[in-house]
């Protein structure tokens, strides 16, 4: 069965359009079902109906006219249900309602299953039979599986059917599509698309009506991919295996003008340009290797397509629609990238950033948190978006629900530069009141603190309250390197913070890499990283580094009583024991050498990230082994809830409102205050408006923060009052889920006239 299901799913993924594929999956599956039809419904929301869109067995001219809603027939019910139905004798069934147009009363078995993708019913697939019969288990479980193989194609199609203007549209769908909010804020703006990689898999078929430039395209490009193949197998000409070269002759045999080269230029001569004549022909290529019965053959299907992604860049580099460069940068970017990193950011001019998207990633991925603390708008995680057609579009994005809208339309346009211009007026508003202090309107003072090193010192800059650090990012310096820092360079940047603000706290955070913050030169590949390798686990198997980084530190702080050492991702007790004393062995070398040249070096206060759900259960031992805690919300809530905080398909369950996340955050200020201990927050959630109120209603008095939020946060305290905010813990303890939580702290926050803070964007 399932050689038969992924044989139909690639030959109906090499059709171009979502319309003749569907028709093609029609005919593929009546024909190898042997069933007398089979037909395919997709969903119109907003008409709330199931339209026909393909059928092999119905009437054709039924296609697009019959609209069946949801409350209505066996399809409708299918799709209400969100359920397989299997009936033998359908006109028997109550909900069965006869349309004409499609010409069935002929048929009397009936077989239907909804086509899901995220939670949403994008369709129904049903068959259908003469006779009277139940349709066989394996056959039911056959369109069950082919429905869940479908679901993301047609996702991904109906994504395309928006972005692309030359493509035909499902139905008349809004041009938006859905991410999840990564960073608070609108921005409209460009789409500059940086780092795009050409696959073929990702390319949108086009046509062209100049057929001649295309086939230049095409054979240039072949020119230099087979200048690169060739160079590639001289240089490695002596050590090439036996099965190695037979690739190399493939790859030749590929290029050779009669070979692929004369499949292209055909689908060239039928109007399509080169670029997707290419992935039509290969496409189909690859489904025939794939489909061989011999592994080996089914090998070179990836071969195939490897070589097929050489020549399809140098396509477009001969067209000259490959990576943008900066010239082409205009003065109001919205970023987009597969996967934004720390480096982008940190390269790209920032006067020109006024949003980002990522693809890839989550609310509280490392980029997201990048995005926030340079105040930037930004939109994660949007799945099948194919970079080529959004790239130059100008779109809107809301940071606040996750919304991106391509190429608005005048009326939509003007309503967003409206909400731009009040969030601006808001910034201004809190910006003039930066000097005062963080005092709630019953006299209690906030530390507020900044978290800093994500944005490569950008922070700092922005820090004009000159706020001591709650949570330097060490890693950071260490990620926009080639190699590992030495000793020296960590020494130069850390005694810059330190001797910075000489009087405020610093708190610098011992390397804390692995995770989604890789370092290229120290490649770590597990299954999963948020479990594995990470933090102090790797720093304590790999002592060489933390031992150096913490003699930076401490030969950084000579003279000098800011420095605050903090300790990530710490599970066990043995881990602290481990670390304090390589840190105490450093700290007597390195005093010792202070000493000889008549120099001073107190001992660092040290503390432990309270990040791991298991050490919440050991406080009190941790607290005589160390100075302070420092709570990390953002992984605590992610091992918490077992939510990934980079996988945007879970974001909906990713929630540090979670009720549980807040009962562990009240225990651990209970019993920190208990043990006389300070504790911080210095995760993501300090920095939130109806976080912030939460924690200082559990008793939380510092909290560190992005600079952006730093100026926010102390304009909610000044209004609200702590004996108000003791009085709503009860209710947010005993919520039943995140939503509730948020809903009563939004609601404070409106009431205190603060709602502009928290409000959905457009
Ligand atoms: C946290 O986990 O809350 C935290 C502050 O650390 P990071 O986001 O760098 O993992
Ligand atoms: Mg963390």
Redesign the pocket.
């Known amino acids: 069965m399932l050689t038969t299901l992924k044989r139909i799913v690639q030959e109906v993924n090499q059709i171009p359009g979502l319309e003749p594929s569907l028709d093609r999956l029609a005919t593929l599956v009546r024909e190898t079902m042997e069933v007398d039809s089979c037909s395919i419904y997709l969903a119109d929301y907003r008409n709330q109906a199931l339209v026909l869109k393909a059928t092999d067995g119905l009437e054709k001219n039924a296609i697009n006219k019959v609209r069946i809603n949801f409350n209505e027939g066996l399809i409708g019910l299918v799709g209400q249900r969100e359920e397989p139905l299997n009936i033998e004798n359908a006109p028997l069934h109550p909900r069965y309602k006869n349309y004409p147009e499609v010409n069935e009363e002929a048929f009397f078995a009936f077989i239907g299953t909804p086509i899901i993708h995220q939670r949403k019913v994008l369709g129904v697939i049903s068959m259908q039979q003469k006779s009277i019969r139940r349709f066989s288990e394996d056959e039911e479980a056959f369109l069950v599986t082919l429905a869940t193989q479908i679901g993301l194609e047609i996702a991904n199609a109906e994504i395309r059917g928006v972005l692309d203007v030359n493509s035909e549209r499902a139905f008349d769908a809004p041009k938006s599509i859905n991410g999840v909010p990564g960073s608070p804020g609108l921005a409209l703006g460009q789409a500059f698309v940086i780092n795009m990689k050409h696959e073929l898999s990702q390319l949108v078929v086009r046509k062209t009506t100049n057929q001649k430039k295309e086939i230049e395209h095409y054979r240039k490009a072949v020119e230099i991919t087979r200048g690169q193949v060739d160079s590639l197998s001289d240089n490695l000409a002596d050590s090439l295996p036996e099965d190695i070269k037979a690739i190399f002759q493939l790859y030749h045999h590929l290029l050779d003008a009669n070979s692929l080269g004369r499949e292209v230029e055909q689908k060239i001569r039928e109007n399509w340009d080169a670029a997707s004549s290419l992935k039509l022909v290969v496409d189909n290529y690859a489904a025939r290797f794939a489909a061989m019965e011999d592994p080996y053959m089914q090998e070179r299907a990836i071969d195939i397509i490897d070589l097929s992604n050489r020549i399809l860049h140098n396509i477009m580099e001969a067209s000259g629609s490959s990576t943008n460069t900066d010239q082409d940068l205009p003065d109001n970017v919205i970023l987009v990238a597969r996967e934004v990193s720390a480096s982008m950011l940190a390269e790209f001019p920032v006067e020109k950033l006024k949003g980002i998207v990522s693809i890839q990633g989550s609310n509280n991925s490392h980029a997201a948190i990048l995005a926030r603390a340079m105040g930037v708008p930004a939109v994660m995680g949007l799945g099948g978006v194919p970079l080529s057609l959004v790239n130059h579009q100008e779109l809107f994005i809301d940071g606040y629900s996750g919304q991106v809208v391509l190429a608005p339309e005048l009326q939509a346009r003007a309503v967003f530069l409206q909400l731009i211009a009040e969030e601006e007026a808001l910034s201004k508003r809190i910006e003039s009141e930066a000097e005062q202090p963080a005092k709630t309107q019953d006299g209690c003072h906030m530390t507020l603190l900044v978290n800093a090193g994500l944005s490569a010192g950008l922070e700092m800059e922005q820090n004009k309250q000159g706020a001591g650090v709650g949570l330097y990012r060490t890693e950071i310096p260490f990620m926009l390197r080639e190699r590992f820092p030495s000793e020296q360079e960590q020494y130069e940047l850390y005694h810059s913070l330190l001797s910075a603000h000489p009087n405020k706290e610093m708190t610098m955070r011992t390397l ?1 890499v692995g995770g989604d913050k890789p370092l290229s030169y120290f490649p770590i590949s597990e299954d999963n990283p948020f479990l594995g390798w990470r933090g102090i686990r790797l720093t304590l198997d790999q002592p060489d580094i933390f031992l150096v980084q913490v003699r930076a530190m401490l030969r950084a702080s000579i003279g000098l009583t800011n420095l605050h050492i903090l300790l ?1 991702m710490i599970s066990t007790i043995n881990e602290v024991d481990e670390a304090n004393r390589l840190i105490n062995q450093v700290f007597h070398e390195v005093r010792a050498e202070a000493l000889k040249n008549q120099q001073t070096l107190v001992k660092p206060s040290i503390g432990v ?1 309270l ?1 791991v759900p298991a050490v919440i259960f050991q406080l009190e031992r941790l607290a005589e082994k160390v100075d302070f805690f420092s709570v ?1 919300t ?2 605590l809530t992610q091992y918490l809830l077992a939510v990934d905080r980079n996988n945007s398909r879970v974001a909906g369950l990713y929630s540090s409102y979670h009720p549980s996340v807040l009962i562990a955050l009240s225990h651990i200020i209970r019993i920190s205050n208990r043990c006389n201990i300070p504790v911080t927050v210095c995760g993501e959630l300090a920095g939130e408006p109806s976080g912030a109120l939460i924690l200082m209603a559990m008793g939380y008095r510092k909290l560190s923060m992005n600079a952006h939020s730093l100026r926010k946060i102390s304009w909610v305290i000044r209004n609200v009052s702590i004996a108000e905010l003791e009085s709503l813990l009860a209710d947010v303890l005993s919520c039943d889920g995140p939503s509730d939580v948020k809903h009563i702290a939004d609601k404070y926050l409106e009431l205190k006239g603060l709602g502009g803070l928290v409000r959905a964007g457009s």
Do not use: C, I
Request: hydrophobic residues 15%; aromatic residues 0%; charged residues 45%.
């Open positions: 804390d990530p990230m990040e990390g953002n992984d």
